[in-house]
T-cell receptor, first 113, second 111 residues
């Protein structure tokens, strides 16, 4: 079946540091890949997506590239801010009886001034 | 554009009681999802509707959970009777295409 594995947290960074959150997946066929972000007390928000191999999704300074050869979709940001503190979820949309999202466990990011 | 609405935001009940959650999706979104998110984990799909029909309910514990979307718009998820392990955030999402848009969730605590 489909599965997503993302790096364990929590991750604590200083403001302006470089961020990488690793995500790898297992799926049949050609899934679409997503990063969602969940701020404290809020629902999940779509951060970025990529629908085919070598696509790069980007939003708010975050980027992730769909790497089919390594089945990865790592999230990166060059300079994090305190306001980026949240939980980040990697997810894939693939066929499992219907098209549905399969999520990783989430990585909590804390950015300190 | 209004987002996905959910109510209540918080609910505390005792085990064996019943509870219901309500969701109103984004206008025009044909597909509606209910997810269960246990603390420290990613959301797990419970049920998916396309208009007012069920597409996938394979992970819904049907002995205690039920859901309906009678007019193809808003939806209700019910738990009866609740167990301690049902304590979680229940998320509703809707889509009209690839991306899903989530509501703020209902945090359920079962004592």
């Amino acid at each position: 079946g489909n599965s997503v594995t993302q790096m364990e947290g929590p991750v604590t960074l200083s403001e302006e540091a470089f961020l990488t959150i690793n995500c790898t997946y297992t799926a049949t066929g050609y899934p679409s890949l997503f990063w969602y972000v969940q701020y404290p007390g809020e629902g999940l928000q779509l951060l970025l997506k990529a629908t085919k191999a070598d696509d790069k999704g980007s939003n708010k300074g975050f980027e992730a590239t769909y790497r089919k050869e390594t089945t990865s979709f790592h999230l990166e940001k060059g300079s994090v801010q305190v306001s980026d503190s949240a939980v980040y979820f990697c997810a894939l949309s693939g066929w499992a009886g219907s098209y549905q999202l399969t999520f990783g466990k989430g990585t909590k990011l804390s950015v300190i001034p | 554009e209004a987002g996905v609405a959910q109510s209540p935001r918080y609910k505390i009940i005792e085990k064996r009681q019943s509870v219901a959650f309500w969701c109103n999706p984004i206008s025009g979104h044909a597909t509606l999802y209910w997810y269960q998110q246990i603390l420290g984990q990613g959301p797990k799909l419970l049920i998916q509707f396309q208009n007012n029909g069920v597409v996938d309910d394979s992970q819904l514990p049907k002995d205690r959970f039920s859901a309906e979307r009678l007019k193809g718009v808003d939806s209700t998820l019910k738990i009866q009777p609740a167990k301690l392990e049902d304590s979680a955030v229940y998320l509703c999402a809707s889509s009209q295409g690839l991306a899903q848009y989530f509501g703020p969730g209902t945090r359920l605590t079962v004592l």
